[in-house]
Every structure is written in C-alpha cells, then in structure tokens.
C-alpha cells in the first residue's frame, strides 16, 4: 500500500479508501491509485481488508442433506445452486457451498459461519429439526431460507398448494376417480404442503385420499407406487410430489404391466429436465427452482446492504400438461 501510495503521489489512507470501495475519494485520485495498483501488480490482502470493513464478499448457501444427495441426479439442487451463483457473481460476491448432512458437518459450518468467515448464510431443503437457521440468527448472522416460514428470517418458497390443487383437478377433470398420491417427506415444508394440497382437492371433489411417502428420490417413488398398487389395485391416476419420484413410479407401473395413461395417469412437480424424457414425457407442476436461488441470494444482497427485505416471498407454480396425464 505504501508503494501505491507513493507512485500514486497520495497518502496511504487515500490507497485504502479506494481499495476498500468507498465513495469519499475525488475521481481523479480514484483513478491514480487504481493505475498504480494495475501497474504494482498490488491486489489487497482479503484477511486485512476485512478487518477494515467487517465484510468478507463471500456468502454461504448450506445444503443440509448429504454431497451424495446433492450431487445426485436430484436436479432441484444444482437449479438452486445455479441461481444463487448467477446473482452472487453479479455483485462481486464468492459464493460458499457448504452441505451438512452429517452431525459432524453442521458443527463445521456452525463454526465457519459464526466464526465471520461469511457474511450472511442461506438455507434450501430444509427439514424441520434443522436447528442450523435458527443458531444462526441467534449469533447475529443475516439468514435467508427456503422451507422454514416459522423462522424470524426472510423466506422463499414456492405456491405448492395451488400447484398441487390444479394437478388433481385436472386429473378429476379428466374422469379420474381413484387418485392416490406419492407424498414428499413430512418433515419438510414443501412435503406437507403439497400433501395438503391434494387432501384438500380430493375433499373438496368427496374423494377418499390414498396415500404413500417417499422422500423425493426414485428409489422411494418406485418403492411408494408398488406399495399403492399392492393396496389400491384399481387406482387409475397417482400425484407424485417430486419428478424423481415420479420417474421412479412410471418405472413401477410398467414392471407392473400398467400402461401410461391408459391404465393410470400420473403427475409430478418440479418440471426438471428429466420430465420431458420420462416414458412417456410428464405432466408436471412447474416451480421456478432457479428463481428460487435468484430470489434467496437477492433477498441477502439487500439485507446486507441494510435494506428492507420481505418476510416471506412465494413464486408461483403452473402445471405443464405432456403425455402422462
């Protein structure tokens, strides 16, 4: 910095003013210390620089499920990933990705987040004994989430009872009877929900629920469906609340010599790329997963900026009609 300064012909203080992005320098000296530094190969020290401004440019996305579960053929969470990351790099922000699906994992991050290594922590996939989001905010550290609205933090989530309500009455809609469902993990927000959301449309119609849980992968989509098969024989359609689930129940129906959708109509959600090449391509609730990233990495720009930030932010979903159904 004293080498800069020196070539720049300005004080030290100046050199770090301008390294450390503040807008009380006149442009002309702006540019001087910004040449000499180009010239001096300087690049500021990260550790120094962020004892000045108590900001480390890096934000955290925590994944807490296994790296085997998020780099799998699970396509919710590279989607997410991809828009957390276009948003962060935009704003000249590092994005950590960090999983924790193990007891031993959630204490590193612990340490990691409140030990200032980060500014601020987002959450995706969460599961309601998740006490991670929560520690968190209780040791000041900025939190936005996805899947938890109880939390005293910024959410994004998804319209998952509308977007299920509209799969089941398409299937009423198209004479439809026994509609069973496949239903996402419990202890997961968009889990209940979209269980909810196909209660509520059978309800409504005066139709018995049938249901099966999985856990949005294949595996316990093709196990959940062998199940219902087994116990509802004459079930002419079925809600799959994950397209990997339902990729996995298609599988079942056929080994089951069931044609699609002859014999039974089936509907996903989530609309990944894997939907238009099931056989045949799936009918699906579309929700916006990129934009979920983009907005949960918005959200954290502005509220670590000081700026107000919404509460909870749900985007909407649609159903994409393909052969399936």
Same mark, same amino acid.
């Given at each position: 910095?004293?080498?800069?300064?020196?070539?720049?012909?300005?004080? !030290?203080?100046?050199?770090?003013?301008? *390294?450390?992005?503040?807008?009380? *320098?006149?442009?002309?000296? &702006?540019?001087?210390?910004?040449?000499?530094?180009?010239?001096?190969?300087?690049? $500021?020290?990260?550790?120094? !620089?962020?004892?000045?401004?108590?900001?480390?440019?890096?934000?955290?996305?925590?994944?807490?499920?296994? $790296?085997?579960?998020?780099?799998?053929?699970?396509?919710?969470?590279?989607?997410?990933? !991809?828009?957390?990351?276009?948003?962060?790099?935009?704003?000249?922000?590092?994005?950590?990705?960090?999983?924790?699906?193990?007891?031993?994992?959630?204490?590193?991050?612990?340490?990691?987040?409140?030990?200032?290594?980060?500014?601020? *922590?987002?959450?995706?996939?969460?599961?309601?004994?998740?006490?991670?989001?929560?520690? =968190?905010?209780?040791?000041?550290? $900025?939190?936005?989430?996805?899947?938890? +609205?109880?939390?005293?933090?910024?959410?994004?989530? *998804?319209?998952?009872?509308?977007?299920?309500?509209?799969?089941?009455?398409?299937?009423?809609?198209?004479?439809?009877? &026994?509609?069973?469902?496949?239903?996402?993990?419990?202890? =997961?927000?968009?889990?209940?929900?979209?269980?909810?959301?196909?209660?509520?449309?059978?309800?409504?119609?005066?139709? !018995?629920?049938?249901?099966?849980?999985?856990?949005?992968?294949?595996?316990?989509?093709?196990?959940? =469906?062998?199940?219902?098969?087994?116990?509802?024989?004459?079930?002419?359609?079925?809600?799959?609340?994950?397209?990997? =689930?339902?990729?996995?129940?298609?599988?079942?129906? &056929?080994?089951?010599?069931?044609?699609?959708?002859?014999?039974?109509?089936?509907?996903?959600?989530?609309?990944?790329?894997?939907? /238009?090449?099931?056989?045949? $391509?799936?009918? /699906?609730? &579309?929700?916006?997963?990129?934009?979920?990233?983009?907005?949960?990495? @918005? /959200?954290?720009?502005?509220?670590?900026?000081? @700026?107000?930030?919404?509460?909870?932010?749900?985007? +909407? /979903?649609?159903?994409?009609?393909?052969?399936?159904?």
């Amino acid at each position: 910095m004293e080498e800069v300064a020196e070539r720049a012909g300005v004080s !030290r203080a100046t050199v770090s003013r301008v *390294v450390n992005g503040q807008t009380t *320098v006149a442009e002309d000296l &702006r540019q001087a210390v910004e040449a000499a530094a180009a010239e001096l190969g300087y690049v $500021p020290h990260a550790a120094a !620089r962020s004892l000045v401004t108590h900001r480390t440019d890096s934000v955290a996305l925590i994944l807490p499920e296994s $790296p085997n579960r998020v780099f799998s053929d699970d396509q919710f969470f590279p989607s997410v990933i !991809r828009g957390v990351a276009g948003e962060l790099d935009a704003a000249g922000k590092l994005l950590v990705l960090l999983t924790t699906g193990s007891a031993e994992a959630r204490s590193r991050a612990e340490r990691y987040a409140v030990g200032g290594h980060v500014d601020g *922590v987002m959450f995706a996939s969460l599961h309601d004994a998740d006490l991670l989001p929560e520690l =968190m905010l209780r040791r000041g550290v $900025p939190v936005v989430c996805n899947g938890l +609205p109880h939390l005293a933090a910024p959410c994004i989530d *998804v319209d998952h009872l509308g977007g299920v309500k509209a799969a089941v009455e398409f299937l009423l809609a198209k004479g439809r009877r &026994r509609i069973a469902t496949v239903a996402g993990p419990q202890d =997961m927000v968009a889990g209940r929900a979209r269980l909810d959301g196909y209660r509520q449309a059978l309800a409504a119609a005066d139709r !018995r629920a049938i249901v099966a849980v999985g856990d949005f992968t294949a595996e316990s989509g093709h196990a959940a =469906m062998r199940q219902l098969l087994a116990d509802e024989p004459d079930l002419d359609a079925v809600f799959v609340a994950s397209d990997l =689930m339902a990729h996995g129940a298609l599988q079942a129906l &056929r080994e089951a010599g069931r044609s699609v959708p002859g014999d039974v109509a089936v509907i996903g959600f989530d609309d990944i790329a894997l939907a /238009t090449y099931c056989d045949p $391509p799936l009918t /699906t609730v &579309r929700q916006p997963i990129a934009e979920i990233g983009r907005s949960m990495a @918005r /959200t954290m720009l502005r509220l670590l900026e000081g @700026r107000e930030v919404e509460s909870l932010q749900i985007l +909407p /979903t649609e159903l994409v009609v393909r052969d399936s159904a």
